[in-house]
Each structure stands twice: as C-alpha cells, then as structure tokens.
C-alpha cells in the first residue's frame, strides 16, 4: 500500500502544445493483471465505451453495498480511509503542478481531467467508508490528516526539471494504478471491487498522460538516464515514507480517538496489511511502468521481467 499517492512541480516555460495519448495505451498494462475482471466491471466499462463519458458517483451502486463482508474484512476500513483522504486532497498538488506547466495542453487536461477524476476518486471512496462505517466523523478526521499532509505539498518538493517531475508523477500513477488493482484483487465485496476497477483504469491514464509528457519535455532537456533512474527512486523513497504515514496515522486515529499513533504502530499495522494486500500486488505490471520511461531493450527488458519480477516479490516480502 506504501506505492499509493500523488505528488507535486516546478517552473519552466515552453508553449509546445502536447498531444495526449489515446485511452488505448490503457490496456497494455491494464491486460497485465492477473485475475478476471469481474462481470459488472466488465458491463460498467462496456457502457463507459458506449456513452463515450465518464463513469460517476451515480454509476455506483451504493444501496448494495454488503457492509457486513466490508466491515469484516481488516483490509478495507484501513486501505480504503487512507486512499479516500490522499485522493481527497488532491486539490493541493493538482495546483502545483498547473502553476508548473504553463503549456496549454497540459494545463487543459490537468485542470480538466486529471484533477476532477482524483477528486472524484476521493468523493467515491469517501462515501463507500461513510455508508459503511456511519459511526465514524470522516470530515473531522480528514481535516487532520489535511493539516499535516499540507504540509509536505510546496513546490520545494518539486523536481527542478520538468520532463525529471513527469518521471517523478509516473512513479505516483504507477503506485495507484498497480495499489488499485491489487485491492481490485482482493477486494471481497462486490461495490468495493467495480469501484476499485474503475479508479484503476483512470489511474493507468493518468500514468499513460505524465508518460507522454516526459517524453515530449525531454526533446527540450538534456536528461540522462541516469537523472531518470534517480528521479524514479527519489519519488518512490519519498512515497514509502510520508504520505503512507500521515494518511494511515489520521485512518489509525479515526478508530481509535483516544490512543497515539507513533512510527511503532505503524509498523506493527503495516505488518498486518501489507501480505494481505501484497498476495495479489501486480508486480509485472508495476515492473513494467516504472521501466518504459528508460526506453531500455525491449526484448532485455522481456527477458528480463521474470526474474525481476521475482526479485521484487522477496524484497517485498522480507519488508515485512
Ligand atoms: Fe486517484
Ligand atoms: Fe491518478
């Protein structure tokens, strides 16, 4: 769950007018995922071709919602309140990163859709844990965890380059895509797994926009390889340790009010949750993601992916 979370920008002017990707490339890596989409996943994505729009807040049916297997499950409460404050606060960074690319494409589909669809997101997951967990104060809480995690999002986070930010935004949507579809895996209850479906075919997009836009930024920039390499990790490193924890402190704390929340408890929760979430974690598509922006070997990077793959799965596990 660590890999979730988006991020931040800096400053730089070029009017060069982005063409984006076309929602195909979404299959190359949503095709990755190793279980079935389900059938009402596959009837919602059916009808989204259809209608040519959006999925919303309305498409889901919250009536049929089975609490009791959602309450049961240890997994949902704390993945799923801890995704619904980062999404919901995605406001803060979406600004930053609009302040950061001034050329028109970009700034179109970032204040258009990349931010309404996070947003959206954020409402979703929201009233899944609101009709689930009635008893808990979700609006009081996410004010706290806004409190801290405002905090980390200025634009002295951002990448001085701008193709070096795009790496970094592909390292996010890479974590929410591949956080996504393993709770799409996991997930037992029904609603929980088309709306987790959902989000994750936005978020593949949104993985598949930052990409095209790091390659058409870095015809302007002399970046290296190795600038790419280091800004994929910087990003990833940063992920693992903040946002996780200021989001799963404010879910911790929404339960239990009157208890503190230190490092120790977190890593006590993080070791109840994160094999459960990890069993169906799509290694090769997360693998794969991070990869494409080196422009590496094809057929090396092929070869390669096995044991890669089975690298990623002990370093996994031996975290815990
Ligand atoms: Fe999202
Ligand atoms: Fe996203």
Redesign the pocket.
């Given at each position: 769950m660590n890999v979730i979370f988006?991020g931040k920008d800096s400053k730089h002017n070029d009017t060069t007018a982005l063409q984006p990707p076309s929602p195909q490339h979404n299959r190359e890596f949503l095709n990755d995922t190793t279980p079935v989409p389900d059938v009402t996943m596959q009837a919602t994505s059916r009808d989204k071709q259809r209608n040519n729009r959006h999925w919303t807040l309305a498409d889901i049916d919250w009536q049929h919602i089975d609490r009791e297997r959602a309450r049961n499950n240890p997994l949902t409460y704390y993945v799923v309140t801890a995704a619904s404050f980062v999404e919901t606060a995605a406001d803060l960074y979406t600004a930053n990163l609009v302040e950061h690319f001034p050329d028109p494409t970009a700034r179109h589909w970032l204040i258009h859709y990349?931010q309404p669809?996070?947003l959206q997101h954020g409402q979703a997951l929201r009233a899944y844990v609101e009709t689930v967990w009635p008893e808990l104060d979700w609006t009081q809480h996410y004010n706290n965890f806004f409190a801290e995690y405002s905090q980390l999002c200025t634009m002295e986070e951002l990448e001085p380059s701008r193709a070096l930010e795009m790496v970094a935004r592909c390292v996010v949507?890479t974590g929410?895509s591949t956080f996504y579809t393993a709770l799409h895996n996991i997930s037992d209850e029904p609603i929980l797994r088309t709306l987790t479906g959902l989000i994750r075919q936005?978020?593949v997009s949104?993985y598949n926009h930052f990409r095209h836009f790091f390659e058409e930024y870095k015809q302007h920039e002399h970046i290296r390889r190795l600038d790419v390499i280091r800004s994929l990790y910087k990003r990833y490193s940063e992920v693992e340790n903040e946002d996780a924890y200021i989001s799963l402190k404010h879910t911790w704390l929404m339960r239990h009010p009157e208890q503190e929340f230190d490092h120790a408890q977190l890593a006590s929760l993080t070791q109840a949750l994160r094999p459960l979430l990890m069993r169906q974690y799509p290694y090769r598509m997360a693998l794969k993601m991070l990869l494409q922006p080196l422009h590496l070997n094809r057929g090396l990077v092929n070869f390669s992916l096995p044991l890669l793959e089975q690298v990623a799965r002990r370093l996994m596990f031996r975290l815990q």
């Open positions: 988006p990349w669809e996070e949507e929410t936005d978020e949104h």
